[in-house]
């Protein structure tokens, strides 16, 4: 056995007991790898949130004097420019609880109040036209609810039920407050980052210029580049699509005299910041709240919500998100399940950025390799002339 052979069977042999080590530990490694994610959870958080604050952010400084080169504009424009986005971003947090909280809890008591005789009608509907089915005609007639029993009921679950929600109040406080710990530490870390980002991108630049050689430092680089345009050109395009549905939405339950106009764009806006999914969670809202008030209204808002949607789908969508991540929409929407599976909200909002990225470099990719093979085909021979040879 050769030294070449010897080298390949010892590189099996120590891949096969590396995975018969992590098998048999797996647990262990599975806690372990738990632990660090709990660990660097803030510092994620804290990139996260400073990646959407940059954006709004480097808009600012934009028009922040631009021109000027005076020592005071240029101390104060990252300061300044900062102070403005955590307004903009707190402003819009008020107001979007400002108007929806308060609308959802009026219409939440409203609905509480009218499901009694949503049911009586339901039940007086179903005796005079069930003629035909004695049998279910006579258990309707003969159903009666207890609403005060109900009520007596789904008060004694939250009191002492199978979940035991408010026997567990103490667990469910501790995990808040350590969700709001994280939170605060991740806010802090992402104004760190976003006070001093020029300092870190230029010490991450020295660090990629001295390890690594020039061919992988442009290689990262463009990968960098390409995820950084992907996600921000996404997220820009998301809010304004979220935007501009949102007050369509409005302006349309405001000509058709719907109620409950402003809030329910509102929260059509919000929840169509979630690709896809967010449209049809809106949907459900709205038609809830206008439940409470008139059923028939309820169906025209979700016929005018369809055909907005569709609007929306096939005119507004692919102009300001579609065309600004170049990602087909059969692929949006495998991104959307994946990531939705594997995080919730969140996987769903990351899933369709990363897609993206990845599918913009595998054609990027594609396209040098088609590239490289047409150079390396020889050219084909000129075909000899016929008419030559007969002169001759």
């Avoid at 870390?189 to 001295?210: C, E, Q, T, V």
Wanted: with cysteine; glycine share 8%; aromatic share 10%.
């Amino acid at each position: 056995m050769d030294k070449k052979e010897l080298k390949k069977y010892l590189i099996i042999g120590a891949v096969a007991v590396g995975v018969m080590i992590i098998v048999k530990n797996l647990t262990y490694i599975g806690g372990f790898i738990s632990l660090i994610f709990t660990a660097v959870s803030p510092l994620v958080i804290g990139c996260a949130i400073a990646f959407v604050f940059n954006i709004i952010m480097s808009f600012f400084e934009r028009y922040y004097f631009p021109k000027s080169c005076k020592k005071l504009v240029l101390r104060t424009r990252r300061p300044v420019c900062l102070l403005f986005s955590l307004c903009i971003v707190v402003l819009g947090i008020f107001l979007i609880a400002k108007v929806v909280v308060p609308e959802v809890t009026e219409s939440c008591k409203v609905l509480y109040n009218t499901i009694p005789d949503i049911v009586d009608k339901l039940k007086e509907w179903a005796v005079e036209n069930l003629e035909n089915i004695p049998d279910i005609q006579k258990k309707i007639a003969e159903l009666d609810i207890n609403w005060a029993s109900v009520t007596e009921n789904i008060a004694t679950f939250l009191t002492s039920g199978a979940t035991g929600l408010i026997s567990s109040v103490v667990g469910i406080i501790g995990t808040f407050t350590l969700s709001i710990t994280k939170i605060c530490v991740g806010i802090a870390f992402a104004l760190y980052l976003l006070i001093y980002k020029d300092s870190i991108k230029k010490g991450l630049s020295r660090i990629k210029n001295a390890y690594l050689d020039k061919k992988t430092a442009d290689k990262i680089q463009h990968i960098f580049d390409v995820t950084n345009k992907t996600f921000k050109s996404f997220f820009v395009g998301q809010f304004t699509e979220a935007v501009i549905l949102g007050v369509l939405c409005s302006i349309g339950m405001l000509i058709l005299r719907l109620p409950y106009a402003v809030m329910t764009g509102t929260v059509v806006g919000v929840t169509a910041l979630v690709p896809i999914v967010g449209a049809f969670v809106g949907a459900i809202v709205g038609a809830f709240m206008i439940l409470t008030v008139n059923p028939m209204q309820a169906v025209i808002f979700i016929i005018f919500l369809i055909i907005l949607q569709q609007i929306e789908e096939n005119f507004i969508y692919p102009r300001v998100v579609g065309s600004s991540i170049g990602l087909p929409g059969i692929w949006v929407l495998g991104a959307v399940t994946v990531g939705g599976s594997i995080s919730g909200v969140m996987g769903m909002l990351l899933g369709v950025p990363a897609v993206a990225t990845v599918y913009k470099l595998a054609c990027e990719s594609l396209e040098k390799k088609e590239a490289e093979k047409r150079k390396a085909q020889p050219s084909p021979k000129p075909a000899p002339d016929k008419n030559k040879d007969k002169k001759h």
